[in-house]
Nanobody, 122 residues
Framework: QVQLVESGGGLVQPGGSLRLSCAAS????????MGWYRQSPGKQRELVAY???????NYADSVKGRFTISRDNAKNTVYLQMNSLKPEDTAVYYC????????????????WGQGTQVTVSS
């Protein structure tokens, strides 16, 4: 069984910063891409950023230059540094990881965290 546990959300003023963390644990053989998605009320879940096992990154246009995704492979953890936050960044942020388990090494599945609320407001 695999779990993704997020932390780091909260309330911040416009222009402020937050750092989200997501740690994967359980019977993990390998982790491929890891990423962050977000969903605000009345909107579909959208990709914010992802990072491959080799360190290549991709960002949504709306966060380029403000957010930075990184990962620590030794800790099975992905981070999202969010700077210059705007009210429109307010959403529930979900961690995602494509993982092969020790029991099924030839197959990868997507796993999701429980979500962490980020609120940007004065």
């Amino acid at each position: 069984q695999v779990q993704l546990v997020e932390s780091g959300g909260g309330l911040v003023q416009p222009g402020g910063s937050l750092r989200l963390s997501c740690a994967a644990s359980g019977s993990i053989f390998s982790i491929n891409a890891m990423g962050w998605y977000r969903q605000s009320p009345g909107k579909q879940r959208e990709l914010v950023a992802y990072i491959t096992s080799g360190g290549s990154t991709n960002y949504a246009d709306s966060v380029k230059g403000r957010f930075t995704i990184s990962r620590d492979n030794a800790k099975n953890t992905v981070y999202l540094q969010m700077n210059s936050l705007k009210p429109e960044d307010t959403a529930v942020y979900y961690c995602n990881a494509r993982i092969s388990t020790a029991q099924a090494r030839g197959v990868s599945y997507d796993y999701w965290g429980q979500g962490t609320q980020v609120t940007v407001s004065s």
